[in-house]
């Protein structure tokens, strides 16, 4: 059994700054690549950034410049650092992964979400 469990989301003014945490825990073997996804309220879900094991990173333009994905692979925990928020960012933040588990399977293993809310 696999669970990512995300933290560190919140109510932020815009212009303000968030850290998201994304931990995997479970019969892990490795992980490959980590994304951020977000859903806005009657929004569908739409891809935030990934990093690669090796560290490859990319980002959707509507983030790009402001946000940026790193990871911890001894902790099997990527971040998503959030700065110069803006309402738009609103959304249910969920991190993904690439999991290879100790009986060798491989699949995509997603965490529950976590609320992201940029008001004053």
């Known amino acids: 059994q696999v669970q990512l469990v995300e933290s560190g989301g919140g109510l932020v003014q815009p212009g303000g700054s968030l850290r998201l945490s994304c931990a995997a825990s479970?019969?892990?073997?490795?992980?490959?690549?980590m994304d951020w996804y977000r859903q806005a309220p009657g929004k569908q879900r739409e891809f935030v950034a990934y990093?690669?094991?090796?560290?490859?990173?990319a980002y959707a333009d509507s983030v790009k410049g402001r946000f940026t994905i790193s990871r911890d692979n001894a902790k099997n925990t990527v971040y998503l650092q959030m700065n110069s928020l803006k309402p738009d960012d609103t959304a249910v933040y969920y991190c993904?992964?690439?999991?290879?588990?100790?009986?060798?399977?491989?699949?995509?293993?997603w965490g529950q979400g976590i609320q992201v809310t940029v008001s004053s």
């Open positions: 990093i690669t094991r090796a560290g490859t990173f």
């Open positions: 479970g019969s892990i073997l490795s992980i490959g690549a």
């Open positions: 993904a992964a690439d999991v290879t588990d100790s009986q060798y399977r491989t699949f995509r293993s």
